[in-house]
């Protein structure tokens, strides 16, 4: 197996790991899945099973994408370590939005693109996480900051100069954020998303 398929597969089976699922059930005694957005995610767990877990939840689904992108580095010699990075951190989103282990139901991959991108474009991330806590400052709504972010980040990512298969990513990422977003931003259109200091 090629130094990139061998990061495919690492990323995506470590990203596809349902963290936010497995709390839920063992710890909240809930399926996640059944409440609120039915979304496998941080922001679902900490509005229905406690903003404890909802913060073990996204330290986890972030670490899951730093590993994956860390361990991408490592399958390769120097010269292609950043493109197998990249790759490796891919497929852990796609693995958390699209987790087999769950129908292929997941998260929406914020957190986990954002662990990834902490070890392939830490200051490329510092920006979107800006533009994240701003967007939530004024609105109180989690859904705009992570919209906000996966907008500034490709923009970041050119504006720094990357390398291409990190700006590469950057943009599959934002574009695959905006869509698992959709019905949030459909939400927001309408004036009815959830703020935080909402009851659930």
Do not use: C
């Amino acid at each position: 197996m090629s130094g990139d398929a061998l990061a495919a597969v690492t990323g995506f089976l470590l990203g596809s790991i349902p963290f936010s699922y497995l709390l839920a059930r063992v710890f909240g005694g809930l399926d996640i899945r059944a409440v609120g957005s039915g979304n496998v995610g941080a922001t679902n767990v900490a509005r229905f099973a406690g903003w404890r877990l909802g913060v073990i939840a996204l330290l986890l689904d972030a670490a899951k994408g730093a590993a994956a992108a860390f361990a991408g580095r490592s399958f390769t010699d120097p010269e292609h370590a950043t493109t197998a990075g990249a790759i490796a951190g891919g497929a852990a989103i796609l693995g958390h939005v699209f987790t087999p282990w769950l129908g292929f139901r997941g998260g929406k991959g914020v957190a986990t693109g954002a662990g990834a991108f902490s070890v392939l474009a830490p200051m490329a991330l510092g920006i979107a996480l800006a533009s994240f806590a701003a967007a939530v400052a004024l609105s109180r709504m989690i859904s705009l900051g992570s919209v906000s972010a996966a907008v500034m980040l490709p923009i970041a990512a050119l504006g720094l100069r990357l390398p291409v298969p990190v700006v590469v990513l950057a943009f599959g990422a934002g574009i695959l954020i905006l869509f698992t977003h959709r019905t949030n931003i459909g939400r927001m259109l309408q004036k009815a998303e959830p703020r935080i200091g909402s009851r659930a």
